[in-house]
């Protein structure tokens, strides 16, 4: 199938589904799809640092943030002179305007605290990895609690509405067919040699460092993109969307689904968001709940759900030349 | 210059109880290769455990405010949740690592006293929904599911992270989520030392805490125990060939790290009676950056790091924005380990290739 | 000077001094055993070229250009490859991935064209894989070439790692004990093989090697070191009568 029609196929199936999902479905359910979909994107982003390149980094809720506030705060004030800058168009081009500029502006800030999180990061290992990007990202949270502007530790209210299920599941597929496209490459089979054997990567000319720092800068430009979304659905932001235990869930997502695999990613952040709000209705329990079912997932099946499953298979090696 | 020296006490009372913390993170660090995400909630536990022990009505009545009720309130925390720290090495940590039983009836049986709790409301419906729970358990492992081998460090992490949401949560269920007030077990006094005003508290909290570390010292560089202990955080396979019984071992790292964080965590009730469920996610946390800054795996390095962190956070409160308290501490970490990746007390080793 | 310049150097682990003031000269198309005694030394003087350990003292220069200060991955680029004493396959990718690897530090493709996947890609993926499969034909495991690396058997896995060595084109390729754990026939075969990728490639090999057999039967020019100094250095005819070799290798193993 030529590109150009897949993703003009994928924008009309979208736009359909945009126009009848929430009458077909309701309210409810229409905004945990939106909420899955910007949980695929933030697992499948994290997957590309985790899973792939083999970088244990628990911060992903930073770089969510980031994108998060920068797309939010650039909308809230910039927003009047955008619209008023674009007055000819009409309303929803207005807002897809806006919002692109959100998610452009998201995508950069969160690239950049990604880049500033990596370069530092690069010089340790495992778990001092794993407790400084946790760090960074709670440094980045009690940040935004102390600025105003951004409503601190009140919450950023007065967000104006953009996204929806057209835009979420749109950066869904981007992302997908992204990472996908990614590790598929020359790059992918970079990161991957760094998680196989950093040493022998080095060795054979894969400069770790470049590579390390990219797939950092990469997966939070999503991270950031997926903040923006979050964002300019739910018209509110508030730090605490943002602490830790944010990170955790994602971990929980692509670990459950089964590292370095896309899929994995995505099994897993469906899986998670919906059984926690089919438990929400046993309260405190519903956590009880999930969790025991998460440690006996881990003990009885380590490897993931899907483990290394893969449904795209990469393509068949070519016969050898004569 | 006396409210500083006074901030110095303070930092190091609340830093020492820290070190309490930190210390579990490190010894199960140094056993398991993990970074038990639950410890904090363990010391939670700790500080319920203390708070209900000291309202038991007996307790209250014949000992009331003495030396005599705080001693039993600690030891007692402290016993039940070595307790605590077992179950959790024995039916999260353990299976995978070595054949174990019951996994499926120990789990089972949790869920179906929570199931019990949320139906029945009575102390009858919790038992009869263990029982229910223990038997599917027990049942679907006589027809043959077992865990896997575990491989995968990161598993292991993930696990910690839903022992943890489980305490959270289950503590939640358990004690209710609204705060409750730690009752006074020692008089509070004030201490006049020169131009110094302390308060018996933070004294009580300081000597205490300095107490356990020299016991726990002792224990760990004298006893056979220890000594073991060191082995199998040396080189786990090894230790196993030379006959050293790991399993126990490591359970009995849990314990003592368990009933260290119980002691931190009444030791803080104690300056800070408000508590509740989700009260050892930040100390938590910090402890465990606290034990990465000394050096994970090193005992004197989580005191040291216990203290830097407490020292840092009481002074940037005193002197500062306290409402940048929370990333202090992750701020240190940051620097500290740019300059050193291992940590202070950590060795920097070059991998042989 | 030569293509690949040892001078001086001297590496340190604590207190103990694994290389001393070592000096070594490969020409152009050398094959150079490099042999001693067990911690003699040898590997670490290997870490030493490639980067992964830096120089206490001493420089290294290849073709003339100072590469001890330089990451294993731009020595890499410039032209000196390797194997490993301890085989470090990348143990989730396939034979083929493996080698692969390797070879796109040759080429330069964008990180746009890996997104999008464009033409330009794809052509050049297929001329790496061209490539991959010749080497790995050179080295009979054209076969298995979708096979995990892991799941070869050792002789086969450490002529992988010959063959994803090569693929990175280097002028000096280093071989950490190719032949360790092969029996007499696959070292003869291996031997034979290393001559020829010589002659073929136009590169300059440096061996280290335990098996004396081999290193005798296929080595011009041997160096002989002890404690991390060099005690001989000579053809293999002159080194098997040096008696400073034979008390070495008697004394210390
Ligand atoms: N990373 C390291 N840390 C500490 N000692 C090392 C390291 N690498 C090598 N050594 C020591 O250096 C000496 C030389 O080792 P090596 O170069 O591996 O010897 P060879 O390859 O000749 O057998 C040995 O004593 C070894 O223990
Ligand atoms: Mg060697």
Known sequence: ?????????????????????????????????????????????????????????????????????????????????????????????????????????????????????????????????????????????????????IGGSRGFSGIPQLSNFFWVYLVVL?????????????????????????????????????????????????????????????????????????????????VIGGLGSIEGAILGAVLVTVLLEVFREFGAFRLVNFSILLVLIMIYRPQGLLGAWTLFRPRKAAPAAK | METFLQQVINGISQGSAYALIALGYTMVYGVLRLINFAHGDVYMFGAFMGYYLANIPWIESRLGTSAASAVFVMLGAMILSAGLGILIEQFAYRPGRSATRFTLAFWFGVLGAGGGQLVGQTFASVVLGAVVGIAVGAVLEWLGIRPVRQES???????????????????????????????????????NIGPLNLDSQRVIVLLVSLALMVVLTVIVQYTKTGKAMRAVSFNLDAAKLMGINTDRIIAFTF??????????GILVSLLYPRIDPLMGVMPG??????????????????????????MAEVMAVGYGQSTYRDAIAFVILVLILLLRPAGIMGKGMIEKV | MGILDVRNCTKRFGGLIAVKALDMCLNQGDLYGLIGPNGAGKTTVFNLITGVYKTDEGSIELDGRTIHRSKPSSIASLGISRTFQNIRLFRSMTVLENVKVARHMRKKQGIVDAIVHTRHLKSEEDEIERDAMQLLKIFNLDARADELA??????????????????????????????????????????????????????????VEHNMKVVMGVCEKIQVIDYGETIALGTPREIQGNPKVIEAYLGGA
């Open chain 2, 153 to 191: 460090r990161l598993a292991l992490l993930i696990i910690a992270i839903g022992v943890s949401l489980f305490l959270e949560n289950g503590g939640q269920q358990a004690f209710g989520a609204d705060p409750k007030f730690f009752p006074q077990i020692i008089p509070t006094t004030s201490l």
């Open chain 1, 1 to 149: 199938m030529k590109k150009w029609v897949f993703w003009l196929v994928a924008l009309a199936a979208l736009a359909a589904m945009e126009s009848s999902l929430r009458g077909l479905i309701g309210a409810y359910n229409y905004q945990i799809v939106i909420l899955v979909g910007i949980n695929i994107i933030l697992a499948v982003s994290l997957n590309l640092i985790n899973g792939y390149t083999g970088q244990f980094s628990i911060g992903h809720a930073g770089f969510y943030a980031v994108g998060a506030y920068t797309s939010a705060s650039l909308v809230f004030y910039g927003g009047p002179a955008i619209r008023g800058a674009t007055a000819f168009l009409p309303q929803i081009a207005q807002n897809a305007v806006l919002l692109l500029a959100g998610i452009f502006a998201a995508a950069i800030a969160a690239g950049i605290a990604g880049w500033a999180v990596g370069i530092p990061s690069l010089r340790l290992r495992g778990d001092y990895l794993a407790i400084v990007t946790l760090g960074f990202g709670e440094i980045i949270r009690v940040l935004i609690l102390n600025i105003d502007a």
């Open chain 2, 285 to 310: 946390l910090k402890a465990f950056v606290a034990a990465v800054l000394g050096g994970i795996g090193s005992i004197p390095g989580a005191m040291i790091g216990g203290l830097i962190i407490g």
């Open chain 3, 150 to 207: 892991f799941n070869l058997p050792y002789g086969s896995q450490r002529r992988l790692e010959i063959a994803r060595a090569l693929a990175t084109a280097p002028k000096v390729l280093l071989l950490d004990e190719p032949a360790a754990g092969m029996n007499p026939q696959e070292s003869l075969e291996l031997m034979r093989l290393i001559r020829s990728i010589r002659d073929e490639f136009h590169i300059t090999i440096l061996l």
């Open chain 1, 174 to 254: 981007i992302t997908v067919v992204t990472v996908h496209n990614l590790v598929n490459s020359s790059y992918g089979r970079a990161f991957i040699s760094i998680r196989d054997d950093e040493i022998a990567a080095e060795a054979m000319g894969v400069d770790t460092t470049r590579y390390k720092v990219m797939s950092f800068v990469i997966s939070s430009m999503f991270a950031g993109i997926a903040g923006s979304l979050f964002g300019h659905y739910t018209m509110y932001l508030h730090p605490n969307s943002f602490l830790f235990t944010t990170s955790f869930y994602l971990i929980i997502m692509i």
């Open chain 2, 255 to 264: 314990a003592l790290g368990s009933a260290l964080a119980a002691a931190g």
